[in-house]
């Protein structure tokens, strides 16, 4: 029997799903997207996921048979057993069986894991945090969550739910409400959800925008990469939210430091490949305003080098954990 060298890695995320190929010395050989569509319900999310696995495979050439196991990061707790999503609000999931679906419907040995701290692997291993011991990860994309490292290894807390920063308190008087039920949360006011959702109401409010012309009037269709256009075009609602949400994402960085004293924040997802250039300035700007006794030896808070392509190549290296 011809032994299986490829893996695949997946990030479910709640506005998209990325799947890859990778072949036995983690070389990326395809890479494909599908819109997640929670609001469809679990079944067809997890059809989607499936769909866009066999679109990988089929634009890397490469047959189902020569899979060794599949990596899927998602956006909440998962069991220690990497087999159950226990909650993932960006998903509306509660519970859900992940592992096993994926299994019986793609005949492969699958790993479920977190994917900020699926991320947080790809940093360590491949990205901005290589050289590094300690260190703390922010993803900022649909949610806002991360990742943090203690003397080169991944930790996970007591019970596998540390690196929530997104949900630490920034606004603690009536703060916008968050999905995971609390308010004032990091995620209510940085991610991109938070980002857009404050976009549109000021648009609906009467505000002008460029947006609503690059979206083609359809402002469930903002993305970064149309944020990152506004942005560089000068729009002055687009410029005041985001300068707004970096702010915040400087606190919550400022925040990691005081309590971890780390090498660095490493700042990822797809918020800060669109616009990282423009915003980590007043990032490191705001996270300074807010540290405890600086030191001349400042934390570095950088890009991870990664992208968006974080959490499947963290993904991948779950999988290939899984297989050996």
Known sequence: MKKRHHILGVDLGG???LAA?????????????????????????????????????AA???PHTEIAALGIGVPGPI????EI?????????????????????????VTVVNDVQAG?????????????????CMFVGTGLGGGIVINGELYK?????AGEVGHMVVVPDDGPKCGCGNRGCLEAVASRSAIVRRIVNEIEDGRKSVVKQLCDGDLKRIRSRILATAYRDGDELVREVLHAAADYIGIGAANLINVLNPQAVILGGGVIEALGDRLLPRITKSAWAHVIAPTPQRVNI???????????????LAARQLVG
């Open 21 to 57: 190929v990778f072949d036995e010395r983690g070389r990326l050989l395809s890479r494909e997207k599908k819109a997640t569509k929670p609001e469809l319900g679990t079944a067809t999310v997890i059809n989607r996921v499936e769909e866009c696995v066999h679109e990988a495979l």
């Open 85 to 109: 999503v226990r909650v993932a609000p960006n998903l509306h999931w509660k519970d859900v069986p992940l592992a096993r679906l994926l299994r019986k419907h793609l005949d492969v040995p």
């Open 302 to 316: 950088k890009d991870s080098g990664l992208g968006d392509d974080a959490g499947i190549l963290g993904a991948a």
């Open 15 to 17: 506005t998209k799903i």
């Open 157 to 161: 807390g007591s019970t596998g739910m």
């Open 120 to 136: 947080t692997m790809a940093v360590a291993a491949l990205g901005a945090g290589r050289k590094l011991k300690d260190f703390a």
């Open 79 to 82: 069991d220690p057993k990497g």
């Open 60 to 62: 890397a050439a490469i």
